[in-house]
């Protein structure tokens, strides 16, 4: 039974006096049976940290490669520990489209995080080109066994799956075809790494709304989601994670 997995991502909004009221919100809210994860900026991170009740998971929205050194405007692993942030997303699609992170680099910060003990949500996802050619499972497929590369356990990944045509554009990708996909990825998964790949949670992200919740959540091979413009407003978040209590 994979718990279903509510996660937030802030992406470059709220400042730490904005997030602060938030807190106030999710704190005085009770929630049975769901995982719920925020991932706000680098610089809300501590400050969240510390208000938010402990049960609430916090993520970075990414993470630097490297471990230390001279790499202007990075962050590392060891600093997020240092700040009790054990969890990070990895290979969001605005950080491989508009940041140009290949496979490649996104492999090396996977390799990293996971060799440092922290948690990954690896994302991926098409463009609407791909989606229309017709090539979308392959180049999923392509993307997640890249990003993977030597990696060994799937203990501390998830997956998310967000086509990008459905990112911040009102247009979700219905929640068949969302199922689809995200059974292709654990078929992969099992594929690579056998029955451990039956407990990997997958969430799917792209315009996951109050409305739509229910319905995406509902799905067998979707373990969650991942939202970004609902996830700025508590009433709408908390109305998220009720969704996936007990499903
Ligand atoms: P929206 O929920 O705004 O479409 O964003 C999804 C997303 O990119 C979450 O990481």
């Known amino acids: 039974m994979r718990r279903k997995y509510i996660c937030g991502n802030w992406k470059m909004n709220k400042t730490s006096s904005e997030a602060r009221k938030f807190a106030?919100?999710?704190?005085?809210?009770?929630?049975?049976?769901?995982?719920?994860?925020i991932a706000p900026s680098f610089v809300t991170l501590e400050s969240?940290?510390?208000?938010?009740?402990?049960?609430?998971?916090?993520?970075?929205?990414?993470?630097?490669?490297?471990?230390?050194?001279?790499?202007?405007?990075?962050?590392?692993?060891?600093m997020l520990k240092d700040i009790d942030v054990n969890s990070v997303i990895i290979g969001h699609s605005e950080r491989r489209e508009i940041f140009?992170?290949?496979?490649?680099?996104?492999?090396?910060?996977?390799?990293?995080?996971?060799?440092e003990g922290l948690k990954v949500i690896l994302c991926l996802g098409e463009s609407e080109e791909i989606r229309e050619k017709g090539k979308e499972v392959e180049f999923v497929r392509d993307e997640l066994l890249a990003s993977l590369k030597d990696i060994k356990t799937l203990e501390n990944i998830t997956i998310a799956y967000e086509p990008i045509w459905a990112i911040g554009t009102g247009k979700t990708c219905n929640s068949i075809d969302a199922e689809e996909m995200c059974k292709e990825i654990r078929n992969t998964l099992i594929e690579e790494y056998t029955e451990e790949a039956d407990s990997t949670r997958i969430l799917y992200g792209g315009s996951v709304k109050p409305e739509n919740a229910v319905e995406i959540l509902s799905k067998e091979n979707i373990d969650g989601v991942l939202v970004g413009g609902a996830s700025l407003k508590s009433e709408d978040f908390i109305e998220i994670i009720k969704a996936g209590e007990n499903l």
């Open 48 to 78: 969240l940290r510390k208000e938010l009740k402990s049960e609430i998971e916090i993520a970075a929205q990414n993470i630097s490669q490297y471990e230390n050194g001279a790499y202007t405007g990075e962050v590392s692993a060891e």
């Open 24 to 37: 106030k919100d999710l704190n005085n809210s009770e929630f049975k049976n769901v995982d719920v994860l």
């Open 100 to 115: 140009k992170e290949s496979n490649e680099i996104v492999n090396e910060k996977v390799k990293r995080a996971i060799s």
